[in-house]
Nanobody, 118 residues
Framework: QVQLVESGGGLVQPGGSLRLSCKAS????????MSWYRQAAGKERELVAT????????NYADSVKGRFTISRDNAKNTVYLQMNSLKPEDTAVYYC???????????WGQGTQVTVSS
């Protein structure tokens, strides 16, 4: 059974940090492109960061460059999103996404809420 389970969300003050985790199971994790998306209330889901196998090259949305870092641990089947210098506009539900390159196969996690507020 394919599963993506996010954790690590919560309430944090502006300028603070959070680390999100996404534990994958049911597929060969190391071969898949892993991404984090987010969706704020009333807005469309947007791509935040992507990490591409096998070398681990990364891409980021302009709005998070220099503040967020995506990484993966293939031995633990887990992808992370380290979020620093958080801003109120980072408030959203964050979703983990897995894609098998050159196919239409993709899966989503259930999402984890991140709220940045004082």
């Amino acid at each position: 059974q394919v599963q993506l389970v996010e954790s690590g969300g919560g309430l944090v003050q502006p300028g603070g940090s959070l680390r999100l985790s996404c534990k994958a199971s049911g597929f060969s994790f190391s071969f898949y492109v892993m991404s984090w998306y987010r969706q704020a209330a009333g807005k469309e889901r947007e791509l935040v960061a992507t990490i591409i196998p096998p070398g681990g090259s990364t891409n980021y949305a302009d709005s998070v460059k220099g503040r967020f870092t995506i990484s993966r641990d293939n031995a633990k089947n887990t992808v992370y999103l380290q979020m620093n210098s958080l801003k109120p506009e980072d408030t959203a539900v964050y979703y983990c996404n897995a894609v098998l390159p050159t196919t239409s196969w993709r899966r989503w996690g259930q999402g984890t809420q991140v709220t940045v507020s004082s």
